[in-house]
Antibody
Framework: EVQLVQSGAEVKKPGESLKISCKGSGYSFTSYWIAWVRQMPGKGLEWMGIIYPGDSATRYSPSFQGQVTISADKSISTAYLQWSSLKASDTAMYYC??????????????????WGKGTTVTVSS | DIQMTQSPSSLSASVGDRVTITCRASQSISNYLNWYQQKPGKAPKLLIYAASSLQSGVPSRFSGSGSGTDFTLTISSLQPVDFATYYCQQSYSAPLAFGGGTKVEIK
């Protein structure tokens, strides 16, 4: 079974660092990009960035560039999202998702087809 | 960056109703448009990709259409399990923005 298993809920204080994880299984982890998506309480989905575990190529949304770091360790099929100094506004659910693709007559189309269950991050003094 | 705007932000409908949700891109994205369904406390689920291609396992009452800047998601006959929030997302160019979501509630 193809799945992404995320690390457990975190409760942190402002200014602390944090690294959450997303472990892939059931497929070739190095062949698919992994995206991170934020969902603040009661709000919509926000695409944060994406990484290709095969070579660690990374793309960030301008809204999150410099605020978080996305990385991966292909030897253990795990992607990471980290903060060096958390803020209360980082309180949210964070999802990782695999970028799958479909081939149609006009070409390849990309979408997020496998999602982790999410990691809740709470930042409060 | 491309912005995605959904309407309405919420709607009330009855079981059996035909429901249409609209998504508009701030510039042309051809047909690089995906739709997701999210239920409370759960991760999103892919419904449609490439604007109109149904993901494997998704019921045929869901359909998508559109190209360029204007897209629609239609549920032909709303079922109790369809009450959820729906998001569009462009896959044309990074950052791959989502629409703000449409919450479908029971009337």
């Amino acid at each position: 079974e193809v799945q992404l298993v995320q690390s457990g809920a975190e409760v942190k204080k402002p200014g602390e660092s944090l690294k959450i994880s997303c472990k892939g299984s059931g497929y070739s982890f190095t062949s698919y990009w992994i995206a991170w998506v934020r969902q603040m309480p009661g709000k919509g989905l926000e695409w944060m960035g994406i990484i290709y575990p095969g070579d660690s190529a990374t793309r960030y949304s301008p809204s999150f560039q410099g605020q978080v770091t996305i990385s991966a360790d292909k030897s253990i099929s795990t992607a990471y999202l980290q903060w060096s100094s958390l803020k209360a506004s980082d309180t949210a659910m964070y999802y990782c998702a695999r970028r799958g693709f479909g081939e149609l007559p006009l070409g390849y189309y990309y979408y997020m087809d496998v999602w982790g269950k999410g990691t809740t991050v709470t930042v409060s003094s | 960056d491309i912005q995605m705007t959904q309407s309405p932000s919420s709607l009330s409908a009855s079981v059996g109703d035909r429901v249409t949700i609209t998504c508009r891109a701030s510039q042309s994205i051809s047909n690089y448009l995906n739709w997701y369904q999210q239920k409370p406390g759960k991760a999103p689920k892919l419904l449609i990709y490439a604007a109109s291609s149904l993901q494997s396992g998704v019921p045929s009452r869901f359909s998508g259409s559109g190209s360029g800047t204007d897209f629609t998601l239609t549920i032909s006959s709303l079922q109790p399990v369809d009450f959820a929030t729906y998001y569009c997302q462009q896959s044309y160019s990074a950052p791959l923005a989502f629409g703000g979501g449409t919450k479908v509630e029971i009337k």
